[in-house]
């Protein structure tokens, strides 16, 4: 069990950087492989980039690697997405999610679901 809260998402011009953080409730935050996918309108869901339990792990779509960092912090039960050189096409929703084990990166596998929180680059 675990309720995911994103946050940091706003409006950025091209170029520059934005963190995500995205808050988990409960005490278990530590046993789960966390992920952040996107969603752009009219488009579908797609992978981001996704951390191990240990932190020793990392997975990233080829389109945002050597730009976008994932790092987690167990202590503070938090993810985070650090975004940089941000770009047009970076523009979406960005959504916070979990599961129990097992780094995947198909959506229909993760089990927990933040809201979401809006990422917009400008020109």
């Known amino acids: 069990q675990v309720q995911l809260v994103e946050s940091g998402g706003g409006l950025v011009q091209a170029g520059g950087s934005l963190r995500l953080s995205c808050a988990a409730s409960?005490?278990?935050?530590?046993?789960?492989?966390m992920a952040w996918f996107r969603q752009a309108p009219g488009k579908e869901r797609e992978f981001v980039a996704a951390?191990?339990?240990?932190?020793?792990?990392?997975n990233y779509r080829d389109s945002v690697k050597g730009r976008f960092i994932i790092s987690r912090d167990n202590a503070k039960n938090t993810v985070y997405l650090q975004m940089n050189s941000l770009k047009p096409e970076d523009t979406a929703v960005y959504y916070c999610?979990?599961?129990?084990?097992?780094?995947?990166?198909?959506?229909?596998?993760?089990?927990?679901w933040g809201q979401g929180t809006q990422v917009t680059v400008s020109s």
């Open positions: 409960g005490r278990t935050f530590s046993s789960y492989i």
């Open positions: 999610a979990a599961r129990g084990a097992v780094l995947r990166t198909n959506p229909l596998e993760y089990d927990y």
């Open positions: 951390i191990t339990r240990s932190g020793v792990s990392l």
